[in-house]
């Protein structure tokens, strides 16, 4: 029963686990760096230590692999965070942080710019992602709304079906226009560039970028936090949620819209990472349980691991290649989820 | 609590589902709703709970609209059962009930003792108590109905409506399901498909076909010419040798 024990110290375990994960991550990569040199370059940055330190490994160390650890544990955060929100919600285990067309928009703004040269040199990579996932959601959105006011009744469980569905035909437009713009323009060349987009890729990020995802990380898990018991509340549908006092429509789009936000913003900066939102609530719901009040810090924590461990991997797995980060959630986390799914079959 | 509705209207698709509906119900009173399949029974239910707004006409709490009343503050006086609420969470018996309790929490304002002992007391009220940890799936439909039972009366609802809450039950369950609603000392507005059962209301209202046809005291309202009209078949009226009434059904 190690999954109790761990529960009950979880409150300074994570903190300790995360920081672990982050030294970690920037530890590990081409050329091992040692600990205590992190701990001094650390030292240097944070409290302006002056420890004798490599120029070069306090470069690495700084500029390139902590702030790329920080924005995988932040992206590994909304990620889950969005899935436990939008399975809770639409009541679908099916349901993931791109199921409101997000990741189709996001490549097709990616696609537009670097392909298509919208925006004229103007608008960057992640601009042009971002904006994409925005038009694709606010699609998505209207259609939803269409069509659930149009099988009347206003029965919340209608709008999750209505919002699934036009989730589905927003994303398949999307990807037509992405696949449209790649067959029309692109280059071999420019083609592999956007699968390697399209499967996540950390390799570009910088401190701008952390100083974006931090904020939109925590923010998304204090919302989270905050509407805990709302969430519980739609245990059995919409319905009995009203019934218990929850504003159904206010509070979904809230919670929808800031995790649509969120994720947009992880996408436009790391392209579209699979798997972590749609299994890591999963797997915490088998060790935690379905309670919010354990489920979203537990998902947040474990999210933020995943992508910091699975990035670690994607460096060091083939020597002097950096595989998409995307392969490797999926490569060690379908089996990893299944021992968990048949191991907690068990249990019960 | 007061508990009226003002000529109350529903469609859906061009169909009227509810019409003109008004009743008014007085505090403490067992109400019986009861009408055949698709007369309007659970539509008149969600409005009274207040979870759609009415097409046309009100509902009243204590002479207030519902419609401008906040669902958490509806909550802390309606509770609902719903005929089904099903879930594949992996959830237990009480914190299910636990659930009930929401329209009193928030953010800020956490567990405590005094939701314990209310939830405890929902579970016992419901003959539940003793099944506190099982999880959801493993549980039978009379035992859901239960535990949903007992989340609403976590509510500590004055208005509390239940929509056929009987229908999965054995019949000992059945029983002290509606004896312990009749002794709740709130209202309790109730759809039911037993007319022996629904006799023992203090009131009774008929629907068809979208409107409340009737009524009244279950005596004056469940006429045999009522019986043949609404629900197309005929009744034989025995009288038991303690002196209780009983009707027996055939086609008409």
């Not at chain 1, 474990?302 to 002097?320: C, H, K, Q, T, Y």
């Not at chain 2, 043949?228 to 009744?235: E, R, S, Y």
Request: charged fraction near 15%; include cysteine; charge should be positive.
């Amino acid at each position: 029963m190690t999954f109790i024990r761990l529960r009950l110290n979880g409150c300074w375990l994570a903190p300790l686990m995360l920081l672990a994960a982050l030294l970690a991550g920037t530890a590990i990569g081409e050329t091992s760096i040692p600990v205590d040199t992190i701990l001094k370059v650390l030292a240097n940055k944070l409290w302006g230590a002056e420890y004798a330190v490599d120029r070069i490994d306090a470069g690495i160390i700084w500029n390139y692999r902590l702030s790329r650890a920080v924005v995988a544990a932040c992206c590994g955060t909304s990620l889950a965070l969005a899935g436990v929100v939008l399975q809770a919600l639409l009541r679908n285990p099916l349901a993931d942080p791109y199921l409101m067309g997000i990741s189709a928009g996001a490549s097709t703004g990616a696609v537009a710019v670097m392909v298509a040269g919208l925006g004229a040199g103007a608008l960057t990579l992640s601009a042009g992602a971002f904006a994409g996932a925005g038009l694709a959601f606010g699609l998505v959105v209207l259609l939803a709304h269409a069509a659930s006011s149009g099988t009347g009744g206003g029965r919340g469980t209608q709008a999750a079906g209505a919002i699934i569905l036009a989730g589905i035909a927003g994303s398949q437009l999307f990807n037509a226009l992405t696949a449209f713009i790649i067959a029309k323009s692109a280059n071999a060349e420019q083609a592999r560039g956007i699968l390697f987009w399209l499967l996540g890729n950390l390799s570009g990020v910088r401190w701008t970028d952390a100083a974006l995802a931090l904020p939109a990380a925590l923010g998304g898990l204090l919302i989270c936090l905050w509407h805990r018991r709302a969430l519980d509340a739609f245990t059995f549908g919409t319905d009995s949620a009203a019934s218990m006092g929850i504003a159904v429509r206010p509070i979904r789009a809230l919670l929808i819209i800031a995790m649509a936000l969120v994720t947009a913003v992880m996408v436009s900066m790391v392209g579209a990472i699979g798997f972590v939102g749609l299994v890591i609530p999963h797997a915490m719901r088998f060790i935690v349980g379905s309670q919010h009040v354990r489920l979203v810090p537990a998902s947040a924590l474990a999210g933020a691991l995943f992508l910091i461990g699975a990035d670690i991997l994607s460096r060091v797995i083939v020597p002097g290649q950096v595989l998409p980060i995307g392969v490797i959630t999926s490569l060690i986390g379908a089996p990893a989820f299944a021992l968990i799914l048949v191991r907690g079959r068990r249990a019960t | 609590m007061n508990l009226s509705a003002e000529n109350l209207g529903w469609r859906v698709h061009g169909h009227t589902l509810l019409e003109n509906v008004s009743l008014e119900v007085a505090p403490g009173q067992t109400f019986g709703l009861i009408g055949p399949n698709g007369s309007g029974k659970t539509t008149l239910l969600r409005l009274l709970a207040g979870l759609s707004k009415p097409k046309a006409g009100r509902v009243l709490l204590d002479g207030k609209s519902l419609a401008r009343m906040r669902q958490r503050h509806i909550a802390q006086s309606i509770a609902l059962v719903e005929q089904q609420a099903e879930t594949t969470d992996r959830i237990q018996v009480r914190q299910v009930v636990a659930l009930g309790r929401t329209p009193f929490l928030s953010a800020l304002r956490s567990w405590t003792e005094e939701d314990d002992a209310i939830v405890d007391q929902a579970l016992v009220d419901v003959d539940m108590a003793n099944m506190t940890g099982r999880l959801w799936h493993t549980l039978s439909g009379g035992e859901r109905q239960r535990v949903h039972i007992a989340r609403a009366l976590a509510q500590q609802p004055k208005i509390l409506l239940l929509d056929e809450p009987t229908n999965h039950l054995d019949i000992r369950h059945q029983l002290s399901i509606l004896e312990l609603v009749r002794q709740l000392p709130i209202t309790v507005i109730i759809t039911l498909h037993d007319l022996n059962q629904a006799m023992a209301c203090d009131r009774l209202g008929i629907m068809d076909g979208g409107q409340l046809v009737a009524a009244g005291k279950p005596q004056a309202v469940l006429t045999s010419e009522r019986l043949q009209q609404t629900f197309g078949v005929q009744a034989e009226l025995l009288t038991t040798a303690n002196g209780e009434r009983l009707m027996r059904f055939y086609h008409a």
